[in-house]
C-alpha cells in the first residue's frame, strides 16, 4: 500500500501546483503519469514476474523464452520519454550544501537523505493520513486543498523552489522509488537548471531502474518504482493470466485504460497460482507484438521516440548503467529468434550499480563514455536472418532447463542430463509447430482446398501426390528428373501426415473448448440460483426481523402496564398482574428466540435453506401464538366482566358467586406472588 500513498500525495501536490507550473511539468515530459487513474496494486504479480527474472541477461525467462520490457513498452504505456541525453551527471558522497542552496532543507550529511516528512510539510502536505470514512476522491481533494495554501502563485525565485521539491518528490517517491522511507538527492545535479530537465531521457532511466528493481531478492514483496508499468505490460502480454481488467478502452497512454482486478486471496495462495499458471501457459496466447493495432494519435512523443526502438542499447540512470538486451526477444519485432551469445555476468562491464557508500565524486560521463556514446549512436539494430526458433529454444532450454519448466523450478539441483531431456521435449513440441506452420505454407503454394469449420482438407496435395507416384513409373531420360520427384514424393508425404497430425490437434483442441463451455454454463446456472436462494433468504430474514421488532414493541407495553400495576398495588388487580408477569416472559422468551434466528442467518449465508425454512417455521408459531393469545385475552375479559355483572346481581340480589374460572395450562398461573 506505500506505492499507492505515494502515488496519492504526488498526485495532490501536483493538483495544488497552480496552472502555469503544470504547464512546465508538461513541457519537462511528465504530465502524461499524472493522466493515468490510481491503479490496484498486485504484489502476487510483481513477485512473479520477479521470480523470473535473469540478472545477467536483464530478462525475464519464461517456457517459451526470454522477454524484456522495451524502451516501446516505457513511451506506449506510460508516455514517458525515451530519447534525448543520457540521465548522467556527477554524483556526490554528500548533497548537504546542494540540497540548502537548491531545495533550503535540510538533508543527512552520512546518507544525503531528505526526510520525506520534512520534504512533504515543505508542500504543504501537513497532515497526510487518512479521515475514518473519507473516500480516495476526497482525501484527494482534502490535500490538495491544503497544499494550495502554502505554494506560491505567482512566477518567481519560490515557485522555482516549490517546483524542484515537488520533482524531487515525484522523482524519489513515485518514477525512482526505494523501499526506505527518505527520499535521496541524487538527481539534484539534473534539477538545477529547470529548462533542461526536459531535454534528458527520462524514460529510459525509468527502464534502468526497473532492471535494478527486478535484480533484488525474491523475497521482497513491497512494490518499487511506478508499479503500474510491469503490471500493465503483463496484462498486454500475457492477457490469458486474467490480472487486469480493460475499463476505459482507446485512452492513452496505454495504462489509463487499465485496472487492477480484486483477489482476496491470501499473498502467497496468489502467488503459487500464478506460478503454476505461468509454468502451464500456453505459449501460442503469448502476445509478443500487442502494439500492432495500435496507431500514434494522440501520442507525440511516439515521434521523437520511434527511432530507439528496436535497437540493442546501454541504459543510464547516474550511477545505474545497464544494457538492454533486445536481441534476446527478436520475436518481439517480428523476427524469427536466431541463435545467440546468452550474457554471463562477467561479459559486460558495468560501470557501478550501488550508489550508497560512494566516498568520491564521480563524473558519469567520463566513468561510463563507451557506454553514453553508444546511447547516443541509439545502440545497435537488432536483425534476424533465421528461420526458425528451433535452435535458439534448444539452447535456451540447455542453459535455464532447471530454472522455466515445470515442476524443476522447485528443485535445487538439475543435472545436465535432465537439461538434455527437457531440451528434446521442448524441441519436439516445438518441432510440431514447425509442420503446422509449414504445412500452412506448402497449403498456400499447391492452393489447397481449406475450410476452417472442417479444420483441414487436403485433397489437392494427395491428387498431386498420385501425380508424381504415376509419373515415377514411367520411363525417364534423366536421372536429375527422378530425384527431383522422389524429392517432391517425400516432401508432399511429410506434409500430408503433418496435416493430418495437426487436424487431430485441432480436433482434440476443439472437444476441450466444448467441454470448457459446458463448464462454464454450468457455473453460470449454479450462480444464478445461489442467487436466487440468496434473495429468498433476504426477504425472510426481513420478515423475521420486522416481527422480533414488533415483539420487543409488544414486551415493552406489558413492561409499561406492568410497572403501572406494581404503583398501584391493587388486590383486585392482583390476578390481572400474574397474567401479564407470564406473558411478558413469554414474549421475552419469543423475543429472544427470534433475534436468535436473525443473528444466526446474519452469521452464515451457506445455511439459507435452513434457514429460510426455520424462518417460515418461527413465522408460523408466532402467528398461531399470537392469535391464540388475543383470542385468549378476549374470552378472559369476557369472563371477568359476567364476574362482575354477576357478582353485582349476587349483592342486590342474594344470589351465589360463582367460582373463578379455570386457569389454562401455560398460562403463567404457577409464578410467584407478590
Same mark, same amino acid.
Given at each position: 500500500?506505500?506505492?499507492?500513498?505515494?502515488?496519492?500525495?504526488?498526485?495532490? +501536490?501536483?493538483?495544488?501546483?497552480?496552472?502555469?507550473?503544470?504547464?512546465?511539468?508538461?513541457?519537462?515530459?511528465? @504530465?502524461?503519469?499524472?493522466?493515468?487513474?490510481?491503479?490496484?496494486?498486485?504484489?502476487?504479480?510483481?513477485?512473479?514476474?520477479?521470480?523470473?527474472?535473469?540478472?545477467?541477461?536483464?530478462?525475464?525467462?519464461?517456457?517459451?523464452?526470454?522477454?524484456?520490457?522495451?524502451?516501446?513498452?516505457?513511451?506506449?504505456?506510460?508516455?514517458?520519454?525515451?530519447?534525448?541525453?543520457?540521465?548522467?551527471?556527477?554524483?556526490?558522497?554528500?548533497?548537504?550544501?546542494?540540497?540548502?542552496?537548491?531545495?533550503? /532543507?535540510?538533508?543527512?550529511?552520512? #546518507?544525503?537523505?531528505?526526510?520525506?516528512?520534512?520534504?512533504? =510539510?515543505?508542500?504543504?502536505?501537513? *497532515?497526510?493520513?487518512?479521515?475514518?470514512? *473519507?473516500?480516495?476522491?476526497?482525501?484527494?481533494?482534502?490535500?490538495?486543498?491544503? #497544499?494550495?495554501?502554502?505554494?506560491?502563485?505567482?512566477? @518567481?525565485?519560490?515557485?522555482?523552489?516549490?517546483?524542484?521539491?515537488?520533482?524531487?518528490?515525484?522523482?524519489?517517491?513515485?518514477?525512482? +522509488?526505494?523501499?526506505?522511507?527518505?527520499?535521496?538527492?541524487?538527481?539534484?545535479?539534473?534539477?538545477?537548471?529547470?529548462?533542461?530537465?526536459?531535454?534528458?531521457?527520462?524514460?529510459?532511466?525509468?527502464?534502468?531502474?526497473? !532492471? $535494478?528493481?527486478?535484480?533484488?531478492?525474491?523475497?521482497?514483496?513491497?512494490?518499487?518504482?511506478?508499479?503500474?508499468?510491469?503490471?500493465?505490460?503483463?496484462?498486454?502480454?500475457?492477457?490469458?493470466?486474467?490480472?487486469?481488467?480493460?475499463?476505459?478502452?482507446?485512452?492513452?497512454?496505454?495504462?489509463?485504460?487499465?485496472?487492477?482486478?480484486? $483477489?482476496?486471496?491470501?499473498?502467497?495462495?496468489?502467488?503459487?497460482?500464478?506460478?503454476? +499458471?505461468? $509454468?502451464?501457459?500456453?505459449?501460442?496466447?503469448?502476445?509478443?507484438?500487442?502494439?500492432?493495432?495500435?496507431? %500514434? =494519435?494522440?501520442?507525440?512523443?511516439?515521434?521523437?521516440?520511434?527511432?530507439?526502438?528496436?535497437?540493442?542499447?546501454?541504459?543510464?540512470?547516474?550511477?545505474?548503467?545497464?544494457?538492454?538486451?533486445?536481441?534476446?526477444?527478436?520475436?518481439?519485432?517480428? !523476427?524469427?529468434? #536466431?541463435?545467440?551469445?546468452?550474457?554471463?555476468? %562477467?561479459?559486460?562491464?558495468?560501470?557501478?550499480?550501488?550508489?550508497? &557508500?560512494?566516498?568520491?565524486?564521480?563524473?558519469?560521463?567520463?566513468?561510463?563514455?563507451?557506454?553514453?556514446?553508444?546511447?547516443?549512436?541509439?545502440?545497435?539494430?537488432?536483425?534476424?536472418?533465421?528461420?526458425?526458433?528451433?535452435?535458439?529454444?534448444?539452447?535456451?532450454?540447455?542453459?535455464?532447463?532447471?530454472?522455466?519448466?515445470?515442476?524443476?523450478?522447485?528443485?535445487?539441483?538439475?543435472?545436465?542430463?535432465?537439461?538434455?531431456?527437457?531440451?528434446?521435449?521442448?524441441?519436439?513440441?516445438?518441432?510440431?509447430?514447425?509442420?503446422?506452420?509449414?504445412? =500452412?505454407?506448402?497449403?498456400?503454394?499447391?492452393?489447397?482446398?481449406?475450410?476452417?469449420?472442417?479444420?483441414?482438407?487436403?485433397?489437392?496435395?494427395?491428387?498431386?501426390?498420385?501425380?508424381?507416384?504415376?509419373?515415377?513409373?514411367?520411363?525417364?531420360?534423366?536421372?536429375?528428373?527422378?530425384?527431383?520427384?522422389?524429392?517432391?514424393?517425400?516432401?508432399?508425404?511429410?506434409?500430408?501426415?503433418?496435416?493430418?497430425?495437426?487436424?487431430?490437434?485441432? *480436433?482434440?483442441?476443439?472437444?476441450?473448448?466444448?467441454?470448457?463451455? *459446458?463448464?462454464?454454463?454450468?457455473?453460470?446456472?449454479?450462480?444464478?440460483?445461489?442467487?436466487?436462494?440468496?434473495?429468498?433468504?433476504? @426477504?425472510?430474514?426481513?420478515?423475521?426481523?420486522?416481527?422480533?421488532?414488533?415483539?420487543?414493541?409488544?414486551?415493552?407495553?406489558?413492561?409499561?402496564?406492568?410497572?403501572?400495576?406494581?404503583?398501584?398495588?391493587?388486590?383486585?388487580?392482583?390476578?390481572?398482574?400474574?397474567? /401479564?408477569?407470564?406473558?411478558?416472559?413469554?414474549?421475552?422468551?419469543?423475543?429472544?428466540?427470534?433475534?436468535?434466528?436473525?443473528?444466526?442467518?446474519?452469521?452464515?449465508?451457506?445455511?439459507?435453506?435452513?434457514?429460510?425454512?426455520?424462518?417460515?417455521?418461527?413465522?408460523?408459531?408466532? @402467528?398461531?401464538?399470537?392469535?391464540?393469545?388475543? #383470542?385468549?385475552?378476549?374470552?378472559?375479559?369476557?369472563?371477568?366482566?359476567?364476574?362482575?355483572?354477576?357478582?353485582?346481581?349476587?349483592?342486590? &340480589?342474594?344470589?351465589?358467586? /360463582?367460582?373463578?374460572?379455570?386457569?389454562?395450562?401455560?398460562?403463567?398461573?404457577?409464578?410467584?406472588?407478590?
Amino acid at each position: 500500500m506505500r506505492a499507492r500513498v505515494s502515488w496519492t500525495l504526488v498526485l495532490a +501536490a501536483f493538483l495544488a501546483l497552480p496552472p502555469f507550473q503544470r504547464d512546465r511539468i508538461e513541457e519537462m515530459g511528465f @504530465g502524461e503519469i499524472f493522466r493515468i487513474e490510481r491503479m490496484r496494486v498486485d504484489p502476487a504479480l510483481t513477485q512473479a514476474l520477479r521470480s523470473r527474472w535473469d540478472t545477467e541477461a536483464n530478462a525475464f525467462v519464461f517456457p517459451w523464452g526470454h522477454m524484456i520490457p522495451s524502451l516501446e513498452n516505457v513511451s506506449r504505456i506510460t508516455g514517458l520519454s525515451v530519447y534525448g541525453r543520457a540521465v548522467s551527471s556527477y554524483t556526490y558522497p554528500c548533497y548537504h550544501d546542494l540540497a540548502e542552496r537548491l531545495l533550503d /532543507l535540510p538533508v543527512e550529511r552520512r #546518507s544525503s537523505l531528505v526526510p520525506r516528512i520534512a520534504l512533504q =510539510e515543505s508542500l504543504g502536505l501537513f *497532515e497526510a493520513g487518512k479521515n475514518a470514512g *473519507e473516500s480516495e476522491d476526497e482525501y484527494l481533494e482534502r490535500l490538495a486543498r491544503v #497544499s494550495r495554501r502554502e505554494l506560491a502563485s505567482e512566477p @518567481g525565485p519560490q515557485t522555482n523552489l516549490d517546483l524542484r521539491r515537488f520533482l524531487v518528490l515525484f522523482l524519489g517517491r513515485l518514477l525512482f +522509488a526505494t523501499r526506505g522511507d527518505a527520499v535521496h538527492c541524487r538527481f539534484l545535479p539534473l534539477l538545477a537548471d529547470l529548462g533542461e530537465v526536459g531535454g534528458y531521457a527520462w524514460g529510459a532511466a525509468f527502464l534502468t531502474h526497473q !532492471f $535494478d528493481c527486478l535484480s533484488a531478492s525474491d523475497r521482497q514483496t513491497s512494490t518499487s518504482g511506478f508499479y503500474p508499468f510491469l503490471q500493465v505490460w503483463a496484462y498486454l502480454h500475457l492477457p490469458t493470466l486474467g490480472r487486469g481488467e480493460l475499463t476505459r478502452p482507446g485512452l492513452v497512454p496505454i495504462a489509463r485504460r487499465w485496472g487492477g482486478r480484486r $483477489d482476496t486471496r491470501h499473498l502467497a495462495d496468489q502467488l503459487e497460482r500464478l506460478q503454476e +499458471a505461468i $509454468d502451464s501457459y500456453p505459449y501460442l496466447d503469448v502476445v509478443w507484438q500487442p502494439y500492432l493495432g495500435e496507431g %500514434d =494519435e494522440g501520442q507525440p512523443w511516439l515521434v521523437q521516440a520511434r527511432p530507439y526502438f528496436g535497437r540493442s542499447v546501454w541504459l543510464h540512470a547516474l550511477n545505474l548503467v545497464l544494457p538492454l538486451n533486445l536481441f534476446l526477444t527478436q520475436r518481439s519485432l517480428g !523476427f524469427r529468434q #536466431s541463435v545467440v551469445e546468452f550474457p554471463v555476468r %562477467d561479459q559486460f562491464r558495468r560501470p557501478g550499480r550501488s550508489l550508497r &557508500g560512494l566516498h568520491d565524486t564521480i563524473d558519469w560521463h567520463e566513468r561510463a563514455r563507451e557506454q553514453i556514446e553508444n546511447w547516443e549512436r541509439k545502440g545497435k539494430s537488432v536483425k534476424s536472418t533465421a528461420t526458425t526458433d528451433d535452435a535458439y529454444l534448444r539452447a535456451y532450454a540447455l542453459k535455464y532447463g532447471g530454472k522455466v519448466y515445470k515442476s524443476a523450478r522447485h528443485q535445487v539441483d538439475v543435472a545436465g542430463e535432465v537439461a538434455s531431456l527437457r531440451a528434446l521435449l521442448l524441441s519436439a513440441t516445438h518441432d510440431r509447430e514447425a509442420a503446422r506452420r509449414e504445412t =500452412e505454407e506448402l497449403t498456400s503454394v499447391l492452393n489447397p482446398c481449406f475450410d476452417l469449420k472442417t479444420n483441414v482438407c487436403f485433397c489437392v496435395q494427395r491428387r498431386e501426390l498420385e501425380i508424381v507416384r504415376r509419373g515415377a513409373g514411367g520411363a525417364s531420360t534423366s536421372r536429375g528428373g527422378e530425384s527431383d520427384r522422389a524429392s517432391l514424393q517425400a516432401h508432399l508425404t511429410t506434409a500430408i501426415s503433418r496435416a493430418e497430425e495437426a487436424e487431430r490437434h485441432l *480436433e482434440d483442441r476443439e472437444r476441450d473448448l466444448q467441454f470448457t463451455n *459446458e463448464h462454464a454454463m454450468d457455473l453460470q446456472a449454479q450462480r444464478d440460483q445461489y442467487q436466487g436462494e440468496l434473495q429468498t433468504t433476504r @426477504g425472510d430474514r426481513d420478515q423475521l426481523r420486522i416481527r422480533a421488532e414488533a415483539a420487543e414493541a409488544r414486551v415493552a407495553a406489558m413492561t409499561t402496564e406492568l410497572a403501572a400495576l406494581r404503583v398501584q398495588r391493587s388486590p383486585v388487580d392482583r390476578e390481572e398482574l400474574e397474567r /401479564l408477569r407470564a406473558e411478558l416472559r413469554l414474549q421475552e422468551s419469543l423475543a429472544q428466540r427470534l433475534q436468535q434466528i436473525v443473528t444466526d442467518i446474519g452469521r452464515s449465508r451457506s445455511r439459507s435453506r435452513s434457514a429460510a425454512s426455520a424462518s417460515r417455521a418461527t413465522g408460523g408459531i408466532v @402467528g398461531q401464538y399470537l392469535a391464540s393469545s388475543s #383470542s385468549r385475552r378476549r374470552n378472559e375479559a369476557e369472563e371477568r366482566r359476567r364476574q362482575d355483572e354477576g357478582g353485582a346481581q349476587g349483592e342486590g &340480589g342474594g344470589g351465589a358467586m /360463582l367460582p373463578p374460572p379455570d386457569r389454562q395450562e401455560g398460562s403463567g398461573e404457577c409464578g410467584g406472588g407478590e
